[in-house]
Each structure stands twice: as structure tokens, then as C-alpha cells.
């Protein structure tokens, strides 16, 4: 688990380090050359500090699982991923070209300009959708032009695979995504609609055409939920010489409702590179935002849907059940671990088609301080995360199969049952320590979530002279406790 310290001329896994090209909060771009690669290559490095570390770590497992399967000249090529055991990195090609940031600086820009950077980015989006992910991060940033004329799109942190496990909408539930650009979707918590990219790129073209965001810089939750109910500024009322089929295509993609969006990029794609073609509505010709009696019914509606927002199960693409086992890493119990993994390995082998989330809860304290890092330095949530993935290797479980999820909370029982109601688990597999007179007395994990789980549980206990584990109708505990295992439907 001891990370190897990188510097300019260092090499790791046959790759020699050059210099740092980038420096920010979430990673780290180091140029990188091997022998055998003969493309420009570059080395991103999560930037692992105390604070919102887990989001960083998640964010990044999300993009070593997601760019290995993505191909084509609109993403960069992916050469070599390392896991979080000991130096976490993706390797990948360094694209020839430049970022949208600066032409930011530039707008406003002429419409046919405005037209033709939008093209090319619907035509990455196109790509990307065809092969199941949604970027849910479009911004100037994270858009690279190459010099042969391509959008590239780059940082797939807060990317969601639709043939994959979604880790950050399983561990988190606050809206993902870069506040002037986040769809009125991502605030409420859905990150399966592709139609999320085309509304921020329709707030990039906005800015481009008239050099104004069109929500301006939201710096709270409520200023965020805004865009659900209130439209825009039309453009053509901050430049009257922009065309109507330019606020035509622009107004469109950031309707707040996706149904009333493009439908794909690659419609968008059409009418930005055949402007005489459009189809013009009153949106072309709009001049003030919507009056009250609109702008009401829109935040209603809003306010009904974030009352009962979309059920993250209706967005799932498969229906494969979910099994989680809660694992407990502590000092001591080596035993229980080694037993909980034998009854997964059992109901893996028994149900067909199982997704497997494994949790460890990372206790912290309810009034003392919390750390990040433990004694020796190291990051403890990346240290439980790396543990957890070291238990379930003997499964030989494939990626899309198995999720990892290490959860910082005060109350581990309601943290593990937070996660099972969020992600509708179907089975949770836990363990129970021995008997004590405090845990009889406060109550222990397990028994409370077996108490108030909302699906089946398994408790696997191991008795004080038996090193295998007991199901529930074989195995009493000392204390004299009538199960080992614990079924329980609803």
C-alpha cells in the first residue's frame, strides 16, 4: 500500500516521468514515455489530500473503469491503468491540441463559430452515447479540440457507464456535476439521461454567443434547483444581431424538461451544421423570459419531482439483483471476515446474474476530531478501500460484476441500511461479533440491521472453538443466542 513518490525522472511500471503539466485539486498530469508506445502519452495522478478525499478516490475508480472501454478519435486513447494498492494511475494519450477554456475569452463569438464548435462536440457526444456513458461533467475544460479539426473529451470522474455499477450514485447523493453546466436532471440525482450532456452543452453555447452564463455561477444548492422552473435570458435579447435559428437550437437544449430537448446529439448535430433546415417555434423569436403562470406551473412540477424524484432502480439497465456484504476490517477479525466471505462465495454460486456491492463503514467520531489518515500517514479511507478489494479477490469476481464502497459515518448500522434502502439491495450478507455485556446493553450492528432492513439478511457468526462458519439453524453463539444466520423477507 506505500505509494511511490513521483517526481520528474522517477519511473513506475516501465514508465519514465517527465514533467508536471497540470497541478489541480483532483488530480495530478504528468508527461510519461515508454518504450514501445509511440504516441504522447500522459500519466493523471489522483490528488489524495485530508478533506473530500472520498469523493476524489470514487470519482477516480470511475474513470480507471470507464476509459479502458471506451475507443475512438473523441475520447483519449486509454494505455495502462494501476489500482489503488499502491500508486493509483491511468495512463493515457496526450492530446495534441487545445482546451475550450480559452475560447471562452474570445466570445462572444460569430454564430457560425458558435455553430461549428457545437457540431463537433454533438458529434463526441454521439460517439460517446453509442457506447453507453454519459459524461455529465460538459464544459470548456474538459473538451480538448485536436489539431486535426476532432472534440476530444476528456475527465470521466463524475461519468456514468450505463452497463456499469454507478459508484458515486451509490455512495453519495448530492448532484454531481460543475454548477454554470448541470442539468436540471443531475439535481435531481439522475445520471442515466444522455440528454444531461446535450443541456450543457446548450449552456456552453449559450455562453459562447453571448460571453453570459445563462444561470450565472450558482454557489448554493437552491440557486442550482432554480434552473428546474426558471428559463433563461433569451439570447437574442442580450444580442439582438444573433440569427433565430442559433436561440432556436440553444433555447431548445436547455429546456428543463428532456422530453422537450433534443432527443439525441445527433439531432443537434444536423441542425448545427444545416441551419437553413431548422424547423423555427416561438422559441427562435422569444425576447423576454417566461411570464408567472409558466414559470409557476414549471415549479410545481419541479417541486413534485423532487418530492418523489425518479427511483434509481427504473434507471437501471439491468435487472440482475444486488447482494451487499458488510465487511468488517478491524484488528481481530480475520476470522469473521474469512467466514463471511465463504457464505458469499455460496449465494454467488446459488442466484444467477448477482451484482455484489462490498461495504466496510469507516467509524468516526460523533463529537472528537475526525483524521484521514492514520499513524503511518496513509490515506485510511484509500487503505480500507484497497483491503476490501484484497478480500473479495479470491472471489474472481469481473469488474462489472463487484463494486467496492468504503462509507464514513458516525452510526455504521444506519450507514449500511442508508446504502440498502438508496440502492435497493435484495440480500445484505453481515457479520456478528461475540457477545458483550456493553453490545447487549447498546445493541449491535447486525441486530439492528436485521431490525430494520428492508430485505433479507444474512448474519454469519463464528463459534468460539469452530473456525468455519455456521448458517443460522446449526451454530448458537456462547451467550446462548438462537441464530448464526438470520432470514428475514419483506
Request: proline content about 7%; charged content about 25%; glycine content about 6%.
Amino acid at each position: 500500500m506505500a505509494r511511490q513518490q513521483l517526481q520528474t525522472g522517477s519511473t513506475i511500471d516501465g514508465f519514465l516521468i517527465g514533467e508536471k503539466v497540470h497541478a489541480g485539486g483532483m488530480a495530478t498530469l504528468w508527461r510519461v514515455t515508454k518504450p514501445g508506445v509511440d504516441i504522447p502519452i500522459v500519466m493523471k495522478v489522483p490528488t489524495i489530500l485530508d478533506g473530500d478525499d472520498a469523493t476524489i478516490i470514487v470519482g477516480f475508480e470511475m474513470e480507471m473503469m470507464i476509459l479502458p472501454r471506451l475507443s475512438g478519435v473523441h475520447v483519449p486513447r486509454c494505455i495502462a491503468v494501476n489500482d489503488l494498492a499502491q500508486q493509483p494511475y491511468v495512463v493515457m494519450e496526450y492530446i495534441q491540441g487545445h482546451s475550450l477554456l480559452k475560447t471562452l475569452d474570445e466570445a462572444p463569438l460569430a454564430p457560425e463559430r458558435v455553430a461549428e464548435i457545437g457540431s463537433k462536440v454533438a458529434s463526441a457526444l454521439i460517439d460517446l452515447h453509442r457506447q453507453g456513458v454519459v459524461h455529465l461533467d460538459i464544459k470548456p475544460s474538459n473538451i480538448m479540440m485536436r489539431d486535426t479539426g476532432e472534440a476530444a473529451l476528456i475527465d470521466f470522474g463524475l461519468s456514468r457507464h450505463l452497463s456499469l455499477p454507478d459508484l458515486l450514485e451509490e455512495e453519495f447523493h448530492v448532484p454531481m456535476g460543475t454548477g454554470p453546466y448541470i442539468s436540471p436532471e443531475q439535481v435531481l440525482h439522475n445520471r442515466s439521461d444522455p440528454r444531461s450532456d446535450i443541456f450543457s452543452l446548450g449552456v456552453l453555447l449559450y455562453h459562447f454567443a453571448t460571453k453570459v452564463r445563462p444561470w450565472g455561477l450558482p454557489k448554493s444548492g437552491r440557486a442550482l434547483r432554480r434552473r428546474l422552473w426558471r428559463d433563461p435570458v433569451p439570447p437574442r435579447k442580450l444580442r439582438p444581431e444573433i440569427p433565430p435559428w442559433l436561440q432556436e437550437i440553444i433555447l431548445r437544449c436547455l429546456e428543463p424538461d428532456p422530453l422537450l430537448r433534443y432527443p439525441t446529439a445527433a439531432q443537434l448535430a444536423f441542425d448545427l451544421q444545416h441551419p437553413d433546415e431548422i424547423r423555427l417555434t416561438e422559441r427562435s423569436s422569444r425576447m423576454e423570459r417566461s411570464g408567472f403562470f409558466p414559470t409557476l406551473r414549471r415549479r410545481i412540477k419541479a417541486a413534485a419531482l423532487e418530492s418523489h424524484p425518479q427511483d434509481p432502480g427504473e434507471q437501471a439497465t439491468t435487472a440482475a439483483p444486488i447482494v451487499m456484504a458488510a465487511v468488517d476490517l478491524s484488528e481481530g477479525m480475520e476470522r469473521l471476515s474469512a467466514a463471511l466471505l465463504v457464505e458469499v462465495g455460496r449465494v454467488l454460486g446459488s442466484t444467477p446474474g448477482v451484482r455484489l456491492a462490498c461495504i466496510n463503514v469507516f467509524k468516526q467520531n460523533r463529537i472528537a476530531l475526525n483524521y484521514s489518515r492514520d499513524e503511518e500517514g496513509r490515506n485510511i479511507h484509500m487503505r480500507r478501500l484497497v483491503e476490501l478489494k484484497e478480500w473479495a479477490r479470491p472471489l474472481k469476481l469481473a469488474s462489472g460484476d463487484v463494486t467496492f464502497h468504503v462509507l464514513e459515518a458516525a452510526d455504521p448500522a444506519s450507514a449500511l441500511l442508508e446504502f440498502a434502502k438508496t440502492n435497493h439491495v435484495d440480500q445484505i450478507l453481515i457479520c456478528a461479533r461475540a457477545s458483550s455485556n456493553l453490545r447487549r446493553y447498546l445493541g449491535s450492528v447486525s441486530s439492528q440491521v436485521v431490525a430494520e432492513a428492508p430485505c433479507t439478511v444474512t448474519v454469519v457468526r463464528v463459534r468460539q472453538n469452530d473456525d468455519a462458519a455456521q448458517s443460522a439453524e446449526n451454530a448458537p453463539d456462547a451467550a446462548g443466542e438462537e441464530s448464526l444466520s438470520v432470514m428475514r423477507s419483506t
